[in-house]
Nanobody, 122 residues
Framework: QVQLVESGGGLVQAGGSLRLSCAASRRTFSSRAMGWFRQAPGKEREFVAAISWSGTTTYYADSVKGRFTISRDNAKNTTYLQMNTLKPEDTAVYYC???????????????WGQGTQVTVSS
């Protein structure tokens, strides 16, 4: 069983930055692609970014491209989401997920964390 724990969320002003972390409970993290999704109140959970198990391939939603960066440290079983130039519309609960390969669809991931709240004030 792979367990994922997100951290790093919080309240930040527009234009600010946050770095989210997602720690996995097992070394199988290194063989799994990782993704970040977010869900705002009243909206569907949406794709944000994904990274292959090797870290060589990344994908981003158009809405975050150029502002967010996904990375991973397999030695630490951790993936990160660096978020810069944050906007109020980035406010959501952010979830990390693990799956067999990097995907933009929720269906591509077998394991999910509990989420961390990110609030961007204007």
């Amino acid at each position: 069983q792979v367990q994922l724990v997100e951290s790093g969320g919080g309240l930040v002003q527009a234009g600010g930055s946050l770095r989210l972390s997602c720690a996995a409970s097992r070394r199988t993290f290194s063989s799994r692609a990782m993704g970040w999704f977010r869900q705002a109140p009243g909206k569907e959970r949406e794709f944000v970014a994904a990274i292959s198990w090797s870290g060589t391939t990344t994908y981003y939603a158009d809405s975050v491209k150029g502002r967010f960066t996904i990375s991973r440290d397999n030695a630490k079983n951790t993936t990160y989401l660096q978020m810069n130039t944050l906007k109020p519309e980035d406010t959501a609960v952010y979830y990390c997920a693990a799956g067999a390969r990097a995907a933009v669809s929720r269906n591509g991931y077998n394991y999910w964390g509990q989420g961390t709240q990110v609030t961007v004030s204007s």
